[in-house]
Nanobody, 116 residues
Framework: VQLQASGGGLVQAGGFLRLSCAVS????????TGWYRQAPGKQRELVAA??????TNYADSVKGRFTISRDNGFMVSLLMNSLKPEDTAVYYC????????????WGQGTLVTVSS
């Protein structure tokens, strides 16, 4: 199973980006699929998640600005609006194995840089 993240780039504060994550070898787990980010010198943090029943969860820092969506069984997106310099990080998509929830799959990461 492989995850391929894309869509990162350089954007000015207040702008928007749409990240996409494509899966091959499986479909995205309906149990848990999420986007994480890791800024320089900081720990990786969960930004947005899709859980069972289509329930979404967001970090407080991105609520109202970011939207996670499951476009189909093979593509998940993260729409990021009103970007701030503190959103600068490498963003990773993640999903659980549909055969064993203890197994995590990670994308390679896509860099988002927000200039002030």
């Amino acid at each position: 199973v492989q995850l391929q993240a894309s869509g990162g780039g350089l954007v000015q504060a207040g702008g928007f980006l749409r990240l996409s994550c494509a899966v091959s070898g499986s479909t995205f787990s309906t149990y848990f699929t999420g986007w994480y980010r890791q800024a320089p010198g900081k720990q990786r943090e969960l930004v947005a998640a899709l859980n069972s029943g289509g329930i979404t969860n967001y970090a407080d820092s991105v609520k109202g600005r970011f939207t996670i969506s499951r476009d189909n069984g093979f593509m998940v997106s993260l729409l990021m609006n009103s970007l701030k310099p503190e959103d600068t990080a490498v963003y990773y998509c993640n999903t659980k194995s549909i055969w064993d929830r203890r197994i995590d799959y990670w994308g390679q990461g896509t860099l988002v840089t927000v200039s002030s």
